[in-house]
């Protein structure tokens, strides 16, 4: 079946590091996406991994391991305005994107 | 360059009623998905519309319905409104074979009571 498992809340400190995890398991695989959500908005495009290793962008960076059907989103130097949600979702082999439930990130001063 | 719009920003239908949700994709994107955000949950995938035919569909029941326009532009028809349909109707779209990104409307916050 398909799943997608992300934790439902995190609290980091502001200017620290926080990763976030991802696991699935779905049919077909092409391609893992990270969303940014804040409250009451629309999901915003963060980064997109379809082969395994790190890509960065930023203070934002996105690993894939396929044969662990894993990945994890690492945001560095948090800002107050990273507090938001954060979207793990995959596009299966007919393009059709499954979504986690989001991960909710509290950062404090 | 304009982004995905959808119509109306808030709604509000008794249950029973009928109710038609409006997406226009970004110009030059063929692929619109509709999806169901209910308060506090995560993302659920409604509907994905191609080149004016229904590729797809989530595990929703047959009132959810919609059809995509020879503008690429999109409608999501829900009849017969229960409460748990009350939530926020998100319209994205994306150039289909060869483009990655979902690119999301702003949304429609339906609520039935």
């Known amino acids: 079946g398909q799943n997608i498992d992300q934790p439902t809340e995190m609290t980091a400190t502001e200017g620290a590091i926080v990763q976030i995890n991802c696991t699935y398991q779905?049919?077909?695989?092409?391609?893992l996406f990270w969303y940014q959500q804040h409250a009451g908005e629309a999901p915003t495009f963060l980064s997109y991994?379809?082969l395994d290793g790190l890509e960065e962008k930023g203070r934002f960076s996105s690993f894939l391991s396929r044969s662990k059907g894993y990945s994890y989103l690492l945001l560095k130097e948090l800002q107050m305005k990273d507090s938001a949600s954060y979207l793990c979702?995959?596009?299966?082999?007919?393009?059709?994107?499954?979504w986690g439930a989001g991960t909710k990130l509290i950062i404090k001063p | 360059e304009a982004g995905v719009t959808q119509s109306p920003t808030h709604l509000i239908k008794t249950r029973g009623q009928q109710v038609t949700l409006r997406c226009s994709p970004i110009?030059?994107?063929?692929?619109v998905y509709w999806y169901q955000q209910a308060l506090g949950l995560g993302l659920q995938f409604l509907l994905w519309?191609?080149?004016?035919?229904?590729?797809n569909r989530g595990n929703f029941p047959p009132r959810f319905s919609g059809r995509q326009f020879p503008n690429y532009s999109s409608e999501l028809n829900v009849n017969a409104l229960e409460l748990e349909d009350s939530a926020l109707y998100l319209c994205?779209?994306?150039?289909?074979?060869?483009?990655?990104?979902?690119?999301f409307g702003p949304g429609t916050r339906l609520t039935v009571t």
């Open positions: 994205a779209s994306s150039v289909r074979d060869t483009s990655y990104e979902q690119y």
């Open positions: 519309y191609d080149e004016g035919e229904e590729r």
């Open positions: 779905t049919s077909g695989f092409n391609g």
């Open positions: 991994n379809v």
């Open positions: 110009s030059g994107h063929t692929s």
């Open positions: 979702a995959v596009r299966e082999s007919n393009y059709q994107l499954i």
